[in-house]
């Protein structure tokens, strides 16, 4: 039945994904169109793959924080009872409402908000999901609210970007466009992260670096416990394939990484 409603998926997502960014297209720049055309190519199968290695199904409730266009929510819906989209982005937000409709998800529920202040109940998830969101984010506060609406025993799932990521756009200019500029990404991202780290604040949307024991620590001082930490894509189950889509290390730095953890 999965197998069955994910080709379903996949055979119509360009058309729908193509009308619905038209539909919209006043709120988006060039960049966000070219970003969303890469994150669907191939449809959402591989997306379902590893949230299924990540254990990252058979949840009552899930928070998909900082959902972005939502390939990440449209394959939580189809492995979960309900899931919750929030992302800050109000054309992201419209977008995934009109993908989710156009394919009958009526088990999502899509908002525009901040992910450091969500306005959920207290523990109303048991499982929380967190994709290529911390860097973009005052992340420590954002980890707050995750604890806040996550319930004793649920399940967290984050990733973030450590020194490496940036040193690998810096040398090797990757997805270098007219619209994007990946050195000019590394090097705000240095500034952007000594302001939070000194003052609290950084340029909001803009890269922070996040170094793994940085990001380990502030879990286990939120009494997280059995947290997992490796490169993109190779924190899975037993017996599950690994399979990442991004730089994990960069001339022996970590670049990008995922952690997986419980709330105590």
Aim: charged fraction near 20%; include cysteine; charge should be negative.
């Amino acid at each position: 039945m999965l197998h069955q409603r994910i080709q379903e998926i996949d055979a119509r997502l360009n058309d729908v994904a193509s009308a619905a960014a038209a539909e919209h297209a006043s709120l988006f720049a060039p960049r966000e169109l070219e970003f969303l055309e890469r994150i669907l190519a191939g449809g959402v199968a591989k997306y379902v793959d590893r949230l299924i290695a990540a254990g990252m199904a058979d949840h009552r409730a899930v928070l998909d924080a900082g959902c972005g266009f939502g390939q990440w929510s449209i394959a939580l819906c189809l492995l979960n009872t309900s899931v919750v989209a929030v992302d800050r982005h109000p054309g992201r937000t419209a977008f995934l409402s009109s993908v989710a409709g156009e394919f009958g998800l009526d088990n999502i529920s899509v908002h525009t908000g901040d992910v450091t202040a969500t306005g959920f109940d207290d523990a109303a998830f048991d499982a929380v999901f967190s994709y290529s969101v911390l860097p973009f984010a005052p992340w420590r506060e954002a980890i707050d609210e995750y604890t806040r609406v996550l319930g004793k025993g649920g399940r967290l799932y984050v990733n973030a970007n450590g020194l490496g990521w940036y040193a690998y756009l810096w040398r090797e200019q990757h997805n270098k466009t007219d619209s994007y500029d990946p050195q000019a990404i590394a090097a705000r991202a240095l500034t952007n992260t000594l302001a939070y780290r000194n003052t609290g604040s950084g340029e909001p949307g803009h890269d922070i670096i996040i170094e793994p024991d940085e990001l380990v620590s502030a879990l286990q001082g939120r009494a997280y416990t059995d947290i997992e930490w490796g490169e993109e894509g190779t924190v899975t189950l037993p017996g599950k394939d690994k399979k990442p889509f991004a730089c994990g290390s960069y001339n022996g730095m970590t670049a990008i990484y995922e952690i997986l953890a419980t709330r105590s």
